[in-house]
């Protein structure tokens, strides 16, 4: 045959050397419109090994239920164990972690997590799956590789991850409703503002994936304006549209939110229409944000070299964990752009204390969904909001204290 079997054979063995060595920046030359600074600082090495000296063999992962809350454990040869919570979405995923992710890694050395996310990607070609359906799971796995790694180095998440930076996370509020008119939404969103002490509060706009729909008539032209005018000057606003609108609509309601000094427009257009979005962003001069949906390591690259956004919002969860979105935050950083983690499940928000404890520019405020008191109380101290601020789990790992207890009456989930 023309085409020789043994080169292409001898080139693949090469990429998987290569694949193995170098994770991120083995494509760059295939996108010859890359920025080199961007693929060079997203390819550095993301874990501080400096204190694992030995190998952390893998020896066990399970994957347990306790009420309606998934739990990750994974336990090393020598005995030591990390736990993670899932996203709300594991009594749907559960095959595909059990399948498609945990077998993978069991006999891996866990000090190689960034190489082995690459290999799990491509090993049974898992990248056929990719999609939040696909990287959700290998959160799941890799916030319980990284608790285990950080108790045997006796390092918190946000050490573990290059050093913790800050110990208190400003936050905002978020309402989360569109069932209300614009006078309901306000009193609504002064009692969360009450309860919370929040300097911040993000509501929502527009219908939700609607084609430019309002979820009531008019209510977000009426409900902008009032926000300001009744929770008055000292508050800072933001507005998610959830890929409501098309460009022309986002930038009206973009210069409504210009009109009030909100802080960011978060997600105008269908969330995956960078070029759209790029437009919102390129006209209006309130900084738009996005990327919650995004599982593309190549179309964030995309997205910051062109600045269709100007703050990145991996979903720690959906996003696949911590290394791939510090891979994102660190060419976002290059381009001074700021990045807020998006978070999904009930102690998603943990995840986001660690990743924002690391993260030089998270931008201004992080999400708070009002949970904080279901989880404070395994952490010590106990976690704590101040003057609008949480305060960053301590401890190694995750900072779970006593992992036996909140897996007490845990069962088994079985493939
Ligand atoms: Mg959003």
Redesign the pocket.
Known sequence: MSFSRRDFLGKAAGLSALALADPVSLFAQEYPGASKDLVDIAAKPVLDLSSLKNPVIIESIDLLKKGNQFFVRVRSKDGVEGISLDNNRARYLAPIFLERVAPFFIGKDARQLENLLWELYRWGSNYKLQGLAYWSPVAWLEFAILDLLGRVAGKSMGDLLGGVIRKRIPFYVASGRRDSTPEEEIVYLQGLIDETKAKAVKYRVGGRMSRNEDALPNRTKELIPLTRKVLGDDIALHA?S?SSYDPPQAIEVGRMLEDIGAVYF??PCPFDRLEDTKLVTDTLTIPVSGG?QEYSHWRFQWAIQNRAVDIVQPDLHYYGGMIRSIRVSRMAELRNMPTTV?ISGGFGFIYMLHFASRTPDIGRYQEYKRNIQNYSDWFDPPLRIIDGEMTVPEGPGVGIVDTKQVLKGAELVKA
Do not use: S
């Open positions: 998610d959830n978060e997600e919650e998006h």
